[in-house]
């Protein structure tokens, strides 16, 4: 029987991880915050003085822009940038010579919103980039202005793929708590491009603290690209944390199934069949298993495998009779119709030794019989009796304490005892921390009223 199963290898699951995270639709670099709009207008600052030689620039300057906007070759060049360049070629002329005058903060602020006035005219943002730099670097913007001028360099940087002055420009814009858009969310996405994804990954946690801060839910799609970029990048313990926020965020099926595929592909050591076992009942109680057939049928599979018929035959029926009815499982292969047969050959008498498994476990002189009972009482899904046993095989000691503690949380979860599962999961450490962790997130969102959704994905 066992030489038939199939092995459910760590290389395996990698694959079926990598498949769910694509058809989560996790966003490419990029694909979080539109590009930053024109600025063909801007509030005033405080009263400028200009400088005598600038001004000789600036009146002739000013008129050309006017006159540009409304120009039949502006107009005849349409959206085409290379035939807007040729007719505003003498505007780009004089753009140069202002600049080149410019020697007070007051010129540099105002060859600025000249820059920023023709980019936007010949639809040309590195000329507006230019623009908002030299308005920036003038020190005459203060406040939101300034937060916005620096916001808007940034997301034309950030297009232009100068990803060190994007950084620089929208780090600016966040200390400077810009409202006006989604900064933190295309910081992140600068520092992905910029193949940096450790800074990446703490400023899309910082927007989203921000966004939480504020009452507002951060978009779903920002927690499914720190997970994508967390796990593309094999940063273990990252990938883990934001697919636990993921879930938290949003209790889906498929974010479930994504959270348990993620912590079994990065645990450290590698998951024996005792936590894919719970991982497991996991899925199954949050509904992580009622996603497609194609995603949950390796699942079904490890699950059966862990549970193995010999040692657990009620919980592989159960199992095996949900995955056939989900389509997930094929009555006729012979892994299922083998593990089926042999388990129901033997639940019988594993229930009739229950009683006496109970009785040798309080006689015993460590708890290693109690927490064999706990196990048989939370296969038959009597999680009283369990608990009762596993509490019995903690006191008498002798027992790997992680293992219990998560099956203890298990059987109280499973009897509406949310807060005593919490605590029992808490005690967890190890290799078993990241498991229990999800089992607090599950026996939380079971105890509390469904969280507001996230917010639909950013366009």
């Known amino acids: 029987m066992r ?4 092995k459910a290898g760590k290389a395996g699951m990698a694959r079926t991880a990598m498949a769910l995270a ?4 996790l966003v490419a670099g990029g694909a979080m915050l539109g590009a930053a709009p024109a600025l063909a207008k ?4 405080a009263p400028l003085k200009l400088s005598p030689g600038f001004t000789k ?3 002739p300057m000013q008129k050309a822009l006017q006159e540009a906007a409304g120009s039949a070759d502006v107009k005849a060049a349409g959206e085409d940038p290379a035939k807007l360049g040729a007719a505003l070629a003498k505007e780009k002329t004089m753009l140069d010579q202002a600049f080149a005058a410019a020697s007070t903060p007051d010129d540099t602020f105002v060859a600025g919103q000249f820059a920023v006035n023709l980019g936007s005219i010949a639809k040309d943002p590195a000329i507006q980039l230019r623009g908002l730099k030299a308005m920036i670097s003038s020190g005459k913007p203060q406040g939101q202005d300034l937060a916005k001028y620096n916001y808007f360099a940034g997301s034309l940087a950030y297009q232009a793929k100068d990803y060190a002055s994007a950084e620089t420009y929208l780090q600016a814009a966040v200390d400077q708590h810009f409202a006006g858009a989604d900064v933190g969310g295309l910081l992140a996405e600068t520092y992905f491009a910029d193949n940096k994804p450790q800074q990446g990954l703490e400023s899309l946690k910082a927007a989203i603290a921000a966004k939480q801060a504020a009452g507002t839910p951060a978009p779903e799609n920002w927690y499914k690209r720190g997970m994508s970029v967390a796990y593309q990048n094999k940063l273990a313990p990252q990938a883990i944390e934001w697919s636990q926020m993921l879930v938290k965020a949003d209790p889906s099926p498929i974010n479930w199934l994504n959270a348990g595929q993620v912590t079994r592909e990065f645990a450290k050591p590698e998951f024996t069949s005792q936590e894919s076992l719970d991982l497991g009942r996991l899925l199954l109680r949050s509904g992580g298993l009622n996603n497609q057939p194609k995603f949950v049928e390796r699942e079904y599979v490890e699950y059966v495998q862990a549970a193995d ?5 009620g919980e592989v029926v159960k199992v095996i009779n949900a995955g056939v009815a989900a389509g997930a499982l094929n009555a006729s292969d012979t892994f299922v119709s083998d593990a089926l047969s042999q388990a129901k050959g033997r639940i019988a008498g594993d229930k009739a030794s229950l009683a006496g498994l109970e009785s040798d476990a309080r006689k015993a002189a460590n708890g290693m019989t109690a927490m064999a009972a706990g196990d048989a009482f939370l296969s038959y899904d009597q999680p009283a009796k369990a608990e009762e046993m596993y509490q019995l095989a903690l006191s008498k000691g002798g027992v790997e304490t992680e293992r219990v503690e998560t099956r203890l949380g298990i059987a109280q979860a499973d009897q509406g005892k949310y807060a005593d599962a ?5 005690r967890v450490t190890g290799a078993r921390k990241a498991l229990a962790d999800l089992w607090t997130i599950y026996a939380q969102q079971k105890a509390a009223p469904a969280p507001a959704p996230a917010a639909p994905a950013a366009n």
């Open 3 to 6: 030489a038939r199963f199939v």
């Open 22 to 25: 694509l058809s989560t639709g």
């Open 42 to 45: 801007e509030e005033k600052p």
């Open 57 to 59: 620039a600036a009146g």
């Open 309 to 313: 018929p010999r040692r657990n035959p």
């Open 422 to 426: 919490q605590t029992s999961f808490a």
